[in-house]
Nanobody, 124 residues
């Protein structure tokens, strides 16, 4: 199983980026897929997640209404559209996959697979 995250870069505050997470090696129909981020000197934190089959989503309070998570079944790819970016959004963003039932998990301990991370830098 491989998760390949991409799309990070340098953007000015107020700008937008779209991250992608391409999944391969299995189908993720029963999985929860999520985005986490880790800023320098801080712990990894949940950003957004979705249950692949139903499309149910969950977001961290800090990014509500600015970020949108989605997936493309045909491409087996998950996206994170990030708008109105702020300097505090600067972090390495990771995508993960969790084989869990029920609600979208916000705990990184539930995630079985991880991508390599993509750096997002927001300048003020």
């Amino acid at each position: 199983v491989q998760l390949q995250a991409s799309g990070g870069g340098l953007v000015q505050a107020g700008g937008s980026l779209r991250l992608s997470c391409a999944a391969s090696g299995r189908t993720f129909g029963s999985y929860v897929m999520g985005w986490f981020r880790q800023a320098p000197g801080k712990e990894r934190e949940f950003v957004a997640g979705l249950r692949w089959s139903e499309g149910n989503t969950a977001y961290a309070d800090s990014i509500q209404d600015r970020f949108t998570i989605s997936r493309d079944n045909a491409k087996n790819t998950m996206y994170l559209q990030m708008n109105s970016l702020k300097p505090e959004d600067t972090a390495v963003y990771y995508c993960g996959a969790a084989n869990v039932r029920g609600l979208v998990s916000e705990s990184e301990r539930d995630y079985n697979y991880w991508g390599q991370g993509t750096l997002v830098t927001v300048s003020s």
